[in-house]
């Protein structure tokens, strides 16, 4: 049995790739999930994952993924009509369809123009209402993955990481609360123990990593990338300027934290610190970049049915993809080249 860590990244309704993902991964029974740290949609799969799998093991685990992922499906009000879609038959022209739709630009420009504290007592977070319906007496249990969510307070700018007791709806809605959509999320802090305002976990973790640095928890972390590290166009037009300037910006904080990462393995392979002084992680990731250059972020925000079903296929290909190729690196050595990377 080979254990790792999951590291599942925020990115709204892209996050059913991630779903594709995890869907393969529990198909491997000879692999262990030992830990889950995730941010916004990552931690709704990670939420979702562990309740599944305490109440039913991997299939329970399967089951509650795809009973979110039909959930968040119906959230689609503003989604493309069924019957344009026939007519768009790709994601990217589904999402270039909705980056230029009346309704999406007037939505957009409302968006940037009116707080979503203006809706007074009209204002409704509609992430709630499937939220809810998590068990949490699962999602916070001792057993199964230790499971970390990731927010950032809005005073000081800094991440926070919920876990056992203190992951509860408010949390998650906390990590997943983009700032221009959603009133920021009040909840305790598990810092200072005080209520404090927070907003979207990608600011500053998506996901943090650093709870996986426990000497209990193994070694490798796979690490699911659902924003593209590069683009090979420079953006001239205003989404897609808008559009990498929020990649770069969710990317931000992992990157940060890869590099990290990377320094420790330098000084730990030349000698400068002894074997065992600091945990020695190894990284693997799973991608689809050339999906997620052709997607932006109109398809994060609107969840229409068909890309998210693109995006779960997607998912399942990356990951078997992942598994025969490096499957049997897993607890040996590390895949992604962090050196190449920042160098």
């Known amino acids: 049995m080979v254990k790792i860590n999951l590291a599942l990244q925020g990115g709204g309704a892209h996050g059913a790739f991630t779903w594709g993902v995890l869907d393969r991964l529990l198909e491997e029974d000879d692999l262990e999930i030992a830990a889950i740290t995730g941010t916004s949609a990552g931690a709704l799969n990670g939420a979702a994952l562990k309740a599944g799998w305490l109440l039913d093991g991997r299939q329970g685990a399967r089951d509650n993924l795809d009973w979110l992922w039909t959930q968040v499906a119906r959230l689609d009000d503003l989604a493309v009509p069924f019957w344009m879609q026939a007519w768009l038959p790709t994601p990217g022209a589904i999402s270039r369809s909705l980056e230029f739709s009346p309704a999406y630009l007037v939505g957009d420009m409302f968006g940037r123009m009116v707080s979503p504290y203006a809706w007074g007592p009209l204002y409704d977070n509609p992430l709630e209402k499937i939220v809810d319906q998590f068990d949490f007496g699962r999602v916070c249990a001792r057993d199964g993955p230790a499971f970390f969510v990731c927010a950032t307070n809005v005073r000081d700018g800094?991440?926070?990481?919920?876990?056992?007791?203190?992951?509860?709806?408010?949390?998650?809605?906390?990590?997943?609360?983009?700032?221009?959509?959603?009133?920021?999320?009040?909840?305790?802090?598990?810092?200072?123990g005080a209520v404090e305002a927070f907003w979207d976990g990608g600011y500053t973790g998506n996901p943090a990593l650093f709870p996986l640095f426990h000497a209990d928890l193994p070694d490798d972390?796979?690490?699911?990338?659902i924003n593209p590290l590069e683009r090979d166009a420079v953006p001239v037009m205003p989404n897609e300027i808008q559009n990498r300037i929020n990649e770069i910006s969710f990317n931000s904080s992992l990157l940060r934290e890869l590099r990290a990462i990377a320094f420790v393995q330098r000084l730990l392979s030349d000698g400068t610190i002894r074997a065992g002084a600091m945990k020695n992680m190894r990284v693997h990731m799973i991608a689809d970049d050339d999906l997620m250059n052709d997607l932006s972020?109109?398809?994060?925000?609107?969840?229409?049915?068909?890309?998210?079903?693109?995006?779960?296929?997607?998912?399942?290909?990356?990951?078997?993809?992942?598994?025969?190729?490096?499957?049997?690196?897993?607890?040996?050595?590390?895949?992604?080249?962090?050196r190449q990377m920042f160098d």
Request: net charge neutral; with cysteine.
């Open 297 to 338: 972020v109109a398809t994060k925000l609107v969840p229409v049915p068909s890309v998210i079903a693109e995006l779960k296929a997607a998912g399942r290909r990356a990951a078997g993809g992942f598994l025969a190729q490096h499957k049997h690196d897993l607890g040996q050595r590390q895949t992604a080249d962090l």
């Open 158 to 192: 800094k991440v926070r990481v919920f876990e056992g007791d203190a992951i509860t709806t408010q949390s998650i809605l906390a990590s997943a609360c983009l700032p221009t959509m959603f009133q920021a999320v009040e909840v305790e802090d598990p810092l200072t």
């Open 221 to 225: 972390v796979v690490i699911v990338n």
